[in-house]
């Protein structure tokens, strides 16, 4: 049973670790992202190509995203086996040619023709590859795929310094040998395809009022980054070594986030804490540098660190979603592809028409404007605005039955908090300073509350998305909590609690309260 054990966990480690690393070869290859066509702009044959190549690949994979999308939503199905056979060739033929292409110099009769063709085949590489490595990311939960997406990040930095660094003709064989790694790596990791989304039951199209109720703040975080990069994409030759390392300090950032356990969701400490204090340090040192010092320059790195961690946070958000398993992964993972890519083409468009000395006061303008949308959205707000009408009134019942409960020795004081706060958080205010013997008093409560819930799970029959949410409700949390924490809608969040007050036979939260005490003894 020990080697069984050991075993899987040393193939699970195996299947992350070529995740890892894959992602690291798809992030530094994928052509439709400016970052990674950036350091061929010093290559002697780019300049008639890049123009027809930039623009044929990102309108074609706006429009291709926008198909997977809605194929999937229709429930149509795309076998990996037949996406792998033709975006794998399409994306290392296609950084074969723009690579080399940009080496040697295309004739400029045939820029047109070369350039639209490269970058269709760039597009169906580009999205496909992308997809898939999203069904490998859905595999996991937003704290593993946030430390997975930032290791993968740092590795296509290392990967994007070579080839900036690198002799021409060697950063053409770098580049190409990772676009073939990509693939070959996707083909490995699919050796464990066969686990299918955890909760996946689509038996109807998926519901966009749902949907963005779950992965806009994510969508809107990556599709803000690709517009900033088309709109510097003019300045962005002279950034890129502030690029590297403003990305370095983001995905620094994002592991220590993962590292760290938050007394709110990681969603919530990640956005509304993590992601919204960089962006005041941002603005409020782009402020003081340019009123106090007349510095100016310094204004793009900082707007690059507060986009790059909005991405790698918005890409785990984004596989988080998918792996909940409310809606198909390719739905999920294409319409953020489209969204990435029209908003790559709005900037390059808006880049047109914006002098370079005012690119970097833009820039600050989109800072403020995400700054202040975080700070009044989803997750800059108490847990109240999110809680289903009546859930105070429900809270005070529980507060007050735990009174009664308690006179009697059945259940303990203060289960449920004050509206708004933590649970943790509610119990810090009436008791003070958290003492060693106090937390591990909380920690025995815990793995007993644990206990009688697997207890309840089993003699009741609920599913393991509804084990999840009980051992939430029995901690001590509402409907708003749960929907942020598991990535699902609200309407479904709630669906869930009433089957499984159904299922229990009770009639609302502090009965299960009550019914998870009795099953403790």
């Not at 690059?304 to 909005?310: G, M």
Request: glycine share 8%.
């Amino acid at each position: 049973m020990e080697n069984a054990t050991e075993g899987s966990r040393r193939d699970s480690a195996l299947r992350r670790l070529v995740l890892v690393i894959g992602l690291g070869c798809f992030f530094s290859s994928v052509l439709i992202y400016s970052a990674t066509v950036t350091p061929f702009q010093s290559f002697p044959g780019v300049s008639y190509v890049v123009g027809y190549f930039a623009n044929a690949s990102l309108t074609a994979s706006f429009f291709l995203a926008l198909a997977w999308c809605a194929a999937s939503a229709f429930g149509v199905n795309i076998p990996g086996t037949a996406a792998i056979a033709v975006a794998g060739p399409c994306s290392i033929l296609s950084g074969m040619a723009f690579a080399f292409g940009s080496l040697a110099g295309v004739p400029e009769a045939f820029a047109v023709p070369f350039g639209v063709g490269t970058g269709l085949a760039c597009a169906c590489g580009s999205i496909g590859l992308g997809v898939l490595w999203g069904r490998e990311l859905s595999a996991f939960g937003l704290r593993p795929a946030m430390a997975d997406v930032a290791f993968a990040a740092l590795i296509s930095l290392v990967i994007r310094f070579s080839v900036h660094t690198a002799p021409p003709a060697l950063a053409a064989v770098i580049f190409c040998a990772v676009s073939a790694a990509s693939t070959a790596l996707l083909l490995v990791a699919r050796r464990w395809e066969g686990r299918p989304a955890q909760f996946a039951l689509y038996d109807s199209k998926p519901d966009l009022a749902s949907f963005a109720s779950v992965a806009f703040v994510p969508a809107v975080g990556l599709t803000l980054f690709a517009f900033m990069m088309g709109v510097m994409r003019n300045v962005f030759v002279e950034l890129f070594a502030p690029y590297l390392a403003a990305a370095f300090v983001a995905c620094i950032v994002a592991l220590l986030c993962t590292a760290v356990r938050w007394k709110a969701s990681l969603a919530r400490a990640a956005y509304g804490r993590a992601l919204l204090l960089i962006s005041v340090i941002s603005l409020a040192c782009t402020n003081v540098l340019s009123a106090a010092f007349g510095i100016d320059g310094f204004n793009g790195y900082l707007t690059l660190v507060v986009f790059a961690f909005a991405a790698v946070l918005a890409i785990a958000t984004i596989a988080a979603v998918a792996h909940a398993g409310e809606f198909p992964c390719d739905f999920v993972f294409s319409f953020v592809l489209a969204m990435f890519s029209g908003a790559s083409i709005a900037g390059l468009i808006t880049a047109e028409f914006i002098p370079n000395e005012y690119v970097y006061a833009v820039s600050v303008a989109i800072t403020a404007v995400y700054a202040i949308a975080i700070a009044l959205g989803q997750y800059g707000g108490g847990y109240e605005a999110h809680e289903p009408a009546g859930a105070d009134a429900m809270v005070a019942q529980a507060r007050a039955g735990s009174e009664v409960y308690a006179s009697c020795g059945r259940l303990p004081r203060a289960v449920a908090p004050v509206s708004g706060e933590e649970p943790c958080e509610a119990e810090g205010k009436r008791r003070g300073p958290v003492r060693a013997s106090d937390a591990s008093q909380e920690g025995l409560a815990r793995t007993s509350r644990a206990s009688a819930c697997a207890l309840l799970v089993e003699r009741y029959g609920l599913t393991k998305r509804e084990s999840e949410i009980l051992a939430l409700l029995a901690d001590g949390h509402g409907g708003a909590y749960i929907s942020e924490a598991l990535f699902i809608s609200p309407n479904t969040a709630r669906t869930h609690i009433h089957n499984i007050y159904r299922k229990l036979g009770v009639a609302s939260r502090e009965d299960v309260l009550l019914a998870v005490k009795r099953a403790m003894g």
